[in-house]
């Protein structure tokens, strides 16, 4: 029943005028501010914390990244749309040259991403415009909302794996075909991750990306979509590639590099406040925590 509906209203978007969708997501956006109590007050008490933003500030902001996500919920709907020819007036690149630049040097590209305007766009308008890209599922609480993501990933020409046990293996043969590699930079890395100041807080960190730069000496690529200030299409930002430095300490290097790619990521949020989830649960792993139990094995 959830696919046909999701399916459906797809079809609908999808056969809807673009400026139309943006309208229709704009009321949705604001609907959602409305009834997403929960999520508008974490949002605004975190980016008040994090960026010192006054109550009206922080209001406004937030008001601001619940349209943004309204429409970016309509334009996921209307990915069945997308393809070569459109995708160049929805979705503009900055230096798409560095991409390439890094392609040519057949290594692979770890591509860092963030959970940024509508990121799902991101992935269409880079394998849209001819990038080799594979990227790792998010896993959704429903398994149907999952598999139909998928599918819109893969029709717009994706390679995509599903979190598990074959997933180091999928990106790995993905890297050694020297294709980019979308990892997201903003997730809460868990009791495996590497704890760097994210936003004036100690936060968890991912090291897939360390990993696969320092295996395959893969350039490392920060690049974010953000959504014009008209509200009508995206703008790509590709930052010049860092690398992965081996000093023969591994500890020490992966951390590094996971807090260049982390300051990457705040440097976007900054000059976009209004474009990214304030509201995720950024700073689930208690770094105290981490911490306390880490000087107590050390001690035994």
Same mark, same amino acid.
């Given at each position: 029943?959830l ?9 609908? /978007? ?7 969708l ?10 959602? &501010?409305h ?7 974490? %949002?605004?008490?975190?980016i ?7 109550? $009206?500030? /922080?209001n ?20 069945p749309a997308?393809?070569? =020819?459109?995708?160049? #007036?929805l979705?503009?690149? =900055?230096?798409?040259e ?21 990121? +799902?766009?991101? #992935?269409?308008?880079? %394998?849209?415009?001819g990038?080799p890209?594979? %990227? ?25 794996f ?25 997730? =809460?890395?868990?009791?495996d ?10 936060a ?7 990993y $696969? %730069?320092?295996?395959?000496?893969a ?16 703008q790509?930002?590709? +930052?010049e590639?860092?690398y ?5 300490d ?12 982390t300051q ?6 900054? /000059? ?5 989830? &304030? ?8 770094? +105290?925590?981490?911490? /306390?139990?880490?000087? =107590?094995?050390? +001690?035994?």
């Amino acid at each position: 029943m959830l696919y046909a509906l999701l399916k459906t209203l797809s079809w609908v /978007a999808s056969h809807t005028p673009y400026k139309l969708l943006v309208k229709i997501g704009t009321g949705l956006g604001h609907l959602y &501010w409305h009834i997403a109590k929960k999520q508008r007050i974490r %949002a605004e008490e975190t980016i008040r914390e994090c960026l010192g933003y006054s109550k $009206f500030e /922080a209001n406004r902001t937030i008001k601001r990244l619940f349209v943004n996500l309204g429409i970016s919920v309509m334009e996921m709907l209307y990915m069945p749309a997308l393809n070569k =020819d459109n995708i160049r #007036g929805l979705v503009t690149f =900055d230096h798409p040259e560095i991409l390439w630049e890094a392609l040519q040097q057949k290594k692979g590209v770890v591509m860092l991403a963030c959970h940024i305007d509508n990121w +799902e766009w991101l #992935g269409a308008a880079l %394998a849209l415009n001819g990038f080799p890209l594979s %990227a790792v599922e998010k896993p959704q609480p429903n398994r149907v909302y999952s598999d139909f993501m998928n599918e819109l990933r893969r029709s717009v020409g994706q390679e995509i794996f599903a979190r598990g046990s074959s997933e180091i293996l999928g990106c790995a043969r993905a890297m050694k075909k020297g294709r980019m590699l979308g990892l997201i930079a903003d997730q =809460d890395g868990g009791y495996d991750g590497v704890f760097v100041p994210f936003l004036g807080k100690m936060a968890s960190t991912p090291t897939g990306p360390a990993y $696969f %730069a320092r295996k395959f000496k893969a350039p490392c690529i920060p690049i974010y979509i953000v959504r014009k200030p008209d509200g009508y299409g995206h703008q790509v930002i590709v +930052e010049e590639p860092f690398y992965y430095e081996d000093t023969g300490d591994r500890k020490t290097d992966d951390y590094n590099l996971t807090l260049k790619m982390t300051q990457s990521v705040e440097r976007i949020i900054k /000059a976009y406040p209004d474009n990214w989830l &304030w509201f995720q649960h950024r700073w689930n792993t208690p770094y +105290e925590e981490v911490k /306390a139990k880490e000087q =107590d094995g050390s +001690e035994k």
